[in-house]
């Protein structure tokens, strides 16, 4: 089979550059160290990744600042130390001729007071996030909604972290606006639930991330920043922002003329086809520049969807827990090792 398409370079203006179309997922493994640092573990954990071949790797999410918090031994990034743990990981990303993001997050109401050092965890609402918290076995936390003055320190938190990020010599940080968490709370109508300029229409719904990814172009440069996304993904059944078209049709054009060049739309532990596909398609003639999705997606799937020019570097999860040398068992044709859960218990 040609490998013109998964083994192509990619470089548009103003984007990233990468020497392969894989991309390693973001995923949260919970083994930082406790004063929330990257160990040689976790060094070693992604250089395997990027000696298979791998093209990017989106780091696990990195916490910006204690309040951020929510789960169990996840690395942070508010320090010059902990943003200094990463630097032997990177060199040795670098080493194999890949590149690495750090994915930047803001827990907001998936948390429980228990990870923000006592503090009630903030969000867009003051309604507690359903269910049990998996990382404490309790209710996710009651939140604070966050004010003017409370918004603003959380943008000078991402814009802290952002520059830790740099100044180690990561490739690129990408905000994590998805999956439920804080900018995704401001994003989503069935979360926020305000009446300010922060909430109710579509604009004001995507001020929040709007503003922050204006703070964030103003002190890193276009190809260096990546936006992760998630309008239709998994959580318990298939779930859609309730006015995605709406939505994607205003935010993806606003975030363009801010000067993000790189977008990354994802969908959970959920089927491709059924969600981000379908955002790819309102997406990509909105989107010029470059466009990242995936989720488990085969071999002839990817160079498929990489021809038709639908999206131009493809992201795999789980496939990369499993299979260290994942980017070259898709060049060769070998057979994977399935991921079962079992798995995220180590790190290997
Ligand atoms: C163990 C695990 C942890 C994850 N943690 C994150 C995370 O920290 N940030 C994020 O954006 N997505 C996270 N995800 C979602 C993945 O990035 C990816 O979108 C999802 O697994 C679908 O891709 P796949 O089907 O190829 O695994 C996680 C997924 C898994 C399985």
Redesign the pocket.
């Known amino acids: 089979m040609s490998n013109s398409g998964l083994f192509s370079p990619f470089q548009k203006d103003g984007t990233l550059s990468v020497r392969n179309r894989i991309v390693m997922?973001?995923?949260?493994?919970n083994f930082a160290d406790q004063n929330h640092q990257a160990t040689d573990q976790i060094k070693e954990y992604y250089r395997k990744r990027a000696e298979g071949g791998v093209g990017l790797i989106?780091t696990?999410?990195v916490v910006i600042h204690p309040s951020a918090d929510g789960y169990n031994n996840v690395p942070h990034i508010a320090t010059k130390e902990q943003a200094d743990s990463w630097s032997p990981v990177i060199d040795a990303v670098h080493a194999h001729g890949a590149k690495i993001a750090c994915?930047l997050?803001h827990c907001g109401r998936i948390s429980h007071s228990d990870y923000t050092g006592g503090l009630p965890p903030v969000s867009s609402t003051n309604v507690a996030a359903a269910g049990i918290n998996r990382q404490n076995n309790k209710p996710f936390g009651q939140p604070v909604a966050l004010d003017a003055a409370g918004i603003e320190q959380v943008y000078q938190y991402f814009e802290i972290a952002a520059r830790n990020a740099l100044a180690v010599g990561f490739d690129a940080i990408q905000l994590?606006c998805?999956?439920g968490y804080l900018p995704d709370q401001f994003l989503d109508s069935r979360v926020n639930d305000r009446k300010d300029q922060y909430g109710g229409s579509v604009e004001n719904r995507c001020r929040f991330t709007l503003e922050l990814l204006e703070r964030i172009l103003a002190i890193a440069p276009s190809e260096k920043v990546i936006v992760?996304i998630s309008p239709s993904r998994f959580m318990g059944e298939i779930y859609d922002w309730p006015d995605m078209e709406e939505m994607i049709n205003y935010l993806l054009p606003a975030m363009w003329k801010l000067g993000l060049r790189n977008l990354d739309i994802?969908?959970?532990?959920?089927n491709?086809f059924d969600t981000s596909a379908r955002v790819v398609k309102l997406a990509r003639p909105l989107w010029p520049g470059l466009l990242i999705a995936?989720?488990?997606?085969t071999k002839p799937q990817a160079e498929q969807i990489l021809a038709d020019g639908d999206v131009d570097l493809i992201?795999?999860?789980?496939?990369f827990?499993s299979n260290p040398n994942f980017a070259e068992i898709l060049r060769t044709d070998a057979e994977a090792v399935p991921?079962v859960y079992e798995m995220?218990k180590e790190l290997i």
């Open positions: 997922s973001a995923m949260t493994r989106l696990e999410g994915q997050w994590h998805a999956n992760r994802c969908c959970a532990n959920a491709y995936g989720a488990s997606l992201t795999w999860g789980r496939m827990i991921f995220v």
